[in-house]
């Protein structure tokens, strides 16, 4: 996957002139953050051979809540509620998932139907209008701001969190059991794992990290709209299985995510350069999933 990414850079710079701008890079980085940090929960909940497809939405409803709980709790507050309510909203899907001992199958019809109550919930939070942006400097400067005077704030709150993930994932008991959890379960339940302990702390660290997503993206659009997050679970999703993670479950890394999220990245980017209408799009990356399911498929 590293010389694909290559390739792509290679390509896309003969492409566009535009490509290889400071502007055009700071952006870039800018866009994958947002769905970097959204893989890196993705990928602790794939390698336990799941998924959760109610993240995007979950995206919006902590960018509205973050908004508009700022005039009641200030802005701490409000990033403390948006960010419980994404954990507890994650661990709600793992614990259910796990009482049923729950498939593929299930993990799909599940988060489907949280995804469906998440973004009503949104919707119905701010009568489906955008809310106005933050007044403060600080809750802006979490999308827009630079740190160190050329650090984007957003890409560095990502790389925390990748740095924070890869660790626990490759250096932790807690990550050991995660791998153990997804490459085969009935010896992780055998061996003492509890099972629905795991399964919960997983999809609510994907949904705490939606909610950090949530609150980055509602910064820097400047608003908090109901309909913030649509999308973003699938490009999640597909940054984790191009990165090489196994629908299965037990193989994978966030280094390996975050090759998946940059790919996936310039892929949107010089989509955008060229023109390629949104729908367009869409059609590009769902053949890249498709593409990267099968050599999954094929190498198992």
């Known amino acids: 996957m590293l010389l694909v990414f290559v390739g792509m850079i290679i ?5 566009s002139d535009v490509f290889m701008t400071s502007r055009n890079i700071s952006n870039i980085m800018r866009q994958v953050s947002v769905n970097g940090i959204l893989a890196c929960g993705m990928t602790f909940v794939m390698l336990t051979g799941g998924f959760d497809l ?10 509205v809540v973050a908004i508009g709980m700022q005039d009641y709790f200030g802005v701490a507050g409000a990033i403390i509620i948006a960010l419980v309510i994404g954990a507890i909203a994650g661990s709600l899907n793992g614990i259910l998932l796990s009482k049923i001992n729950a498939n593929s199958g ?3 019809m599940i988060t489907l139907g949280s995804q469906l109550v998440f973004a009503g919930a949104a919707l119905l939070y701010t009568n489906a209008r955008v809310l106005p942006g933050s007044k403060s400097e600080f809750y802006n400067s979490l999308g827009q701001g630079t ?3 050329f650090i984007p704030t957003p890409v560095f709150i990502f790389l925390i969190i990748t740095i924070i993930s890869h660790f626990i994932l490759s250096y932790t008991s807690f990550g050991r059991k995660i791998h153990l959890l997804g490459g085969n379960y009935e010896a992780a339940r055998l061996s003492g794992v509890r099972v629905y302990f795991y399964k919960a702390i997983v999809y609510s660290i994907v949904g705490f990290t939606a909610a950090i997503a949530g609150i980055i993206l509602s910064s820097r659009t400047l ?3 109901p309909l913030a997050g649509v999308g973003y679970e699938l490009d999640a999703i597909a940054a984790v299985i191009v990165g090489g993670t196994s629908l299965a479950g037990g193989e994978g890394s966030v280094m390996r995510t975050l090759l998946g999220v940059f790919i996936i990245g310039v892929l949107s980017n010089i989509l955008n350069l060229i023109g390629l209408s949104s ?5 590009v990356k769902g053949i890249v999933i498709v ?8 190498k198992q």
């Open 11 to 15: 390509i896309s710079s003969i492409i």
């Open 54 to 63: 109610s993240v995007g939405s979950l995206i919006s409803v902590s960018a």
């Open 106 to 108: 299930d993990a799909f």
């Open 147 to 149: 740190l160190f005077g």
């Open 223 to 225: 608003g908090g709209s």
């Open 279 to 283: 729908f367009n799009q869409m059609i």
């Open 291 to 298: 593409l990267a399911v099968w050599l999954d498929v094929k």
